[in-house]
T-cell receptor
Framework: GAVVSQHPSWVICKSGTSVKIECRSLDFQATTMFWYRQFPKQSLMLMATSNEGSKATYEQGVEKDKFLINHASLTLSTLTVTSAHPEDSSFYIC???????????FGPGTRLTVL | AQSVAQPEDQVNVAEGNPLTVKCTYSVSGNPYLFWYVQYPNRGLQFLLKYITGDNLVKGSYGFEAEFNKSQTSFHLKKPSALVSDSALYFCAVRGGGGGNKLTFGTGTQLKVEL
């Protein structure tokens, strides 16, 4: 099956700094990618839909200026957590639809810890 | 709006016994239903899906799920559990209206013991 990678797999940063997380589709193109956030022992919450060549679509309650999304190419989407605070600490997962209807491939996730 | 309910936070079962992880859904139109498994600090792995056709869907690692339209359920089952099946299981739904947005349940922690 198709592979989606994320980098880094984990990151620790100081409060107030910005952190960029990359999501790549390795052997297929993705005009759309999804960014999820998962708190410990909780479900995945969709944060935004990343669209290649256009603005991301954010879910209700997600701060656009805090979680910057850029879909620069057909294989790369980035999520930048700006001015990170401890409450932003979470597991961030991206996914990309495959070529077949209803396929969706998930990245391995990025663990963000803000001190 | 579409939604998924997984009523059990945790399911405990002895190895070799059958297991069931429950899922009910609410969606407009025909549902597209999925089960994913997540191991600690890992992303989600696809297990199986129901799109159309037979109500009993077979997936990876010996898992299967039964689509029940009248009860709006899609319970995950396995005839004989393994300790290695211990993980977090998510049910997800996508409405038939288009788009690829998935709505996930809250997850069920499966613990299989010797």
């Amino acid at each position: 099956g198709a592979v989606v990678s994320q980098h880094p797999s984990w990151v620790i940063c100081k409060s107030g700094t910005s952190v960029k997380i990359e999501c790549r589709s390795l052997d297929f193109q993705a005009t759309t990618m999804f960014w999820y956030r998962q708190f410990p022992k909780q479900s995945l919450m969709l944060m935004a839909t990343s669209n290649e060549g256009s603005k991301a679509t954010y879910e209700q309650g997600v701060e656009k200026d805090k979680f910057l999304i850029n879909h620069a190419s057909l294989t790369l989407s980035t999520l930048t957590v700006t001015s990170a605070h401890p409450e932003d600490s979470s597991f961030y997962i991206c996914s990309a639809p495959g070529t077949l209807l209803n396929e969706q491939f998930f990245g391995p996730g990025t663990r963000l810890t803000v001190l | 709006a579409q939604s998924v309910a997984q009523p059990e936070d945790q399911v405990n079962v002895a190895e070799g016994n059958p297991l069931t992880v429950k899922c009910t859904y609410s969606v407009s139109g025909n549902p597209y239903l999925f089960w994913y498994v997540q191991y600690p600090n890992r992303g989600l792995q696809f297990l199986l899906k129901y799109i159309t056709g037979d109500n009993l869907v077979k997936g990876s690692y010996g898992f299967e799920a039964e689509f029940n339209k009248s009860q709006t359920s899609f319970h995950l089952k396995k005839p004989s559990a393994l300790v290695s099946d211990s993980a977090l299981y998510f049910c997800a739904v996508r409405g038939g209206g288009g788009g690829n947005k998935l709505t996930f349940g809250t997850g069920t922690q499966l613990k299989v013991e010797l």
